[in-house]
């Protein structure tokens, strides 16, 4: 059984421009959230989508959104991007029954030059 | 809000030595509690979970008690390995009418065990 896959792997930016960073759950789990790992700050909840809707947001500005699909798969958006955005993006998934158990992909890490 | 406050690291050990990482949490109610493990160049994974007061969580020889009284979720290992070496996170979830929310993690703790 596939896990979680996302892309791209590395996404190099300037200050200003706009990343889209993709997230595949695992076959069947309905829950996608997104986590910034910035270094030395630890993983810092950003959105948690379930059945296509926004559950939950982290304090983080409006310019980062988001959107599930259908097939549960989803995407994050960072708009007018700013150093300190620079960060690895972890995508984890969870079942229907969600009892707080999250299956990490391996995450997108983004450099903000 | 909630929070979790883990141990600052790096810790460093040699091998065969007795692990623990401190985690103490702040929550309403009654959380369940993890521990998830990185290791170098992959994304987490769970370790061990416990969801109520006095449970005991273990896998691959680590263990972690979920303490009420004390708000306390601490690691341990009694003989840790080289292929320990990683970093640890203890995260908790409230749980809504029987369903979890988002994860909350602590900071992370970097383990290196030398030969």
């Known amino acids: 059984e596939a896990g979680v896959t996302q892309s791209p792997t590395h996404l190099i930016k300037t200050r200003g421009q706009q990343a889209t960073l993709r997230c595949s759950p695992i076959s069947g789990h309905t829950s996608v959230y997104w986590y910034q790992q910035a270094l030395g700050l630890g993983l810092q909840f950003l959105l948690w989508y379930d059945e296509g809707e926004e559950r939950n947001r982290g304090n983080f500005p409006p310019r980062f959104s988001g959107r599930q699909f259908p097939n549960y798969s989803s995407e994050l958006n960072v708009n007018a991007l700013e150093l300190e955005d620079s960060a690895l993006y972890l995508c984890a998934s969870a079942d229907r029954v969600n009892t707080g158990e999250l299956f990490f992909g391996e995450g997108s890490r983004l450099t903000v030059l | 809000g909630d929070s979790v406050t883990q141990m600052e690291g790096p810790v460093t050990l040699s091998e065969e030595a007795f692990l623990t990482i401190n985690c103490t949490y702040t929550?309403?109610?009654?959380?369940?509690l993890f521990w998830y493990v990185q290791y170098p160049g992959e994304g987490l994974q769970l370790l061990l979970k416990?969801?109520?007061?006095?449970d005991k969580g273990s896998n691959k020889g680590f263990e972690a008690t979920y303490r009420k009284e004390t708000t306390s979720f601490h690691l341990e290992k009694g003989s840790v390995q080289v292929s320990d070496s990683a970093v640890y996170f203890c995260a908790l979830t409230p749980l809504s009418s029987g369903s979890a929310r988002q994860l909350t993690f602590g900071s992370g703790t970097q383990l290196t065990v030398l030969p």
């Open positions: 929550a309403t109610g009654y959380p369940s």
């Open positions: 416990a969801t109520k007061a006095d």
